[in-house]
Every structure is written in C-alpha cells, then in structure tokens.
C-alpha cells in the first residue's frame, strides 16, 4: 500500500521553464512533508520542507505547495537549470510518529532539463 | 566535512554467507536508520535507532539485524542472505527534531545476492 505517490515517474523541461513534480498522499496522519533530490550514485540530499501548518514553503528557486484537503504536495523549480536534472522524492511522516524520525517516501520522478 | 559513509559501496555475494554493511556518522546525532530502495517502491525503513543500544524495527525487517553500540557507528548486518534481499541500502542520521533537522543520507550499498 502506497501512502506516498509521485505518480509521473519521469519529467521533461526546458531549460529555463518551471518545472513541477507532483505527490499525492493517502495518511492524513502524515503532517511534515520533504523533497530530497538524488543524483546517481549518491544518496538523496534534502531540498525543501513544509509543515502542514502552512501551505506555502518557499528557498531560492524552489517552492513547495502544500494542500492539505487534497492531500497534494507540488514542488516548484524556477527557473529550471541543467543541475536540477535529478531523481526527485517526496518523503511524509506522521504526527503519531514521535521518535522515530521514519520518512514514508514516494517512488520518485526523474526530471530531465532539456537545455 | 559532515558525512555518513557507508562500506562497501558494492558487493556481489551468493545465499547464506554473512554480511554486514557498515555506516559511519561524524555529526554526532542521535537518529539513525537503514532504507533500502527498490524499483517501484520508493526507500523503505528496514531499521532505526534513536540513540546508543536503542533499536527497533520499520517497515521491512525480516532477514536483518542492526545494532548500535556506540552513537557513531550503525552498522546493517545480513546473517543470512538471501536473493530477495539484492537491492540498494542508504544509511541516513539526523539530530532528533525532524522539523529543522533533516536527514542526512549516505551514498548507497549496493548488495547482490546470488
């Protein structure tokens, strides 16, 4: 049972665009949302985070929006550059969770920047 | 420079012999947790650990064993593997207090098990 689901697993953008990775969530539990990137051969690296008190996070180029009724997260690159082309997970966790800081993670999407 | 190391980075071995995979932190945190990541499913929590000599089970334990003698050290051990158990593992730590303390991941194990 998948509670975290990215359901494109590969993006094509160009260069310069936005780029928009979407996840979707099924545990209303779920109230600190994540988005790692990962390269090949690395592991993933944090990227951006939203607590679920807001609906908007935003760092540099990149913003997370969250929605909880939807129980829909969207991360927001702009302006795409060639760096970004990565592999992109949204992670989750539960407010029951207290202790265990266990990521429920999404499948990923592989984003591409065309240049 | 803050890291999570984790050995060896590949490993080809065939059912039933022994292995560990060791992870390292330098940041000194108290969090650790193993994850292993196959097609189709995301990184799944196989252990973790909140602090020295406290370990408990995630999502997929079965057929692995962890322990944490000192805060540093994680290390994942196999006793005896077995083919559903090829995948790639990540060892991640964090300070406790996710909010503002994200986890920091190593760069990944790859096990065969033949």
């Known amino acids: 049972d998948q509670q975290v689901k990215q359901n494109s697993p590969s993006l094509s953008v160009q260069e310069g665009r936005i780029s928009i990775l979407n996840c979707d969530y099924t545990?209303?539990?779920?109230?600190?949302f994540l988005w790692y990137k990962k390269y090949p051969a690395e592991g993933p690296t944090f990227l951006i985070s939203i607590s679920s008190i807001k609906d908007k996070n935003e760092d540099g180029r990149f913003t997370v929006f969250l929605n909880k009724s939807a129980k829909h997260l969207s991360l927001h690159i702009v302006p795409s550059q060639p760096g970004d082309s990565a592999v992109y997970f949204c992670?989750?966790?539960?407010?029951?969770?207290?202790?265990?800081?266990?990521?429920?993670f999404g499948t990923g999407t592989r984003l591409t920047i065309i240049p | 420079e803050a890291q999570v190391t984790q050995n060896p980075r590949y490993l080809i071995t065939v059912t039933g012999k022994k292995l560990t995979v060791t992870c390292s932190q330098n940041?000194?945190?108290?969090?650790m947790s193993w994850y292993r990541q196959d097609p189709g499913l995301g990184l799944r929590q196989i252990y973790y650990s909140m602090n020295v000599e406290v370990t408990d089970k995630g999502d997929v334990p079965e057929g692995y064993k962890v322990s944490r003698k000192e805060k540093r050290n994680f290390p994942l051990i196999l006793e005896s593997p077995s083919p559903n158990q090829t995948s790639l593992y990540f060892c991640?730590?964090?300070?406790?207090?996710?909010?503002?303390?994200?986890?920091?991941f190593g760069d990944g194990t790859r096990l065969s098990i033949l």
């Open positions: 940041m000194n945190h108290e969090y």
């Open positions: 992670a989750a966790i539960p407010s029951s969770n207290f202790g265990n800081e266990k990521l429920t």
């Open positions: 545990n209303s539990m779920f109230d600190y």
């Open positions: 991640a730590s964090s300070s406790r207090g996710l909010s503002n303390q994200p986890q920091h």
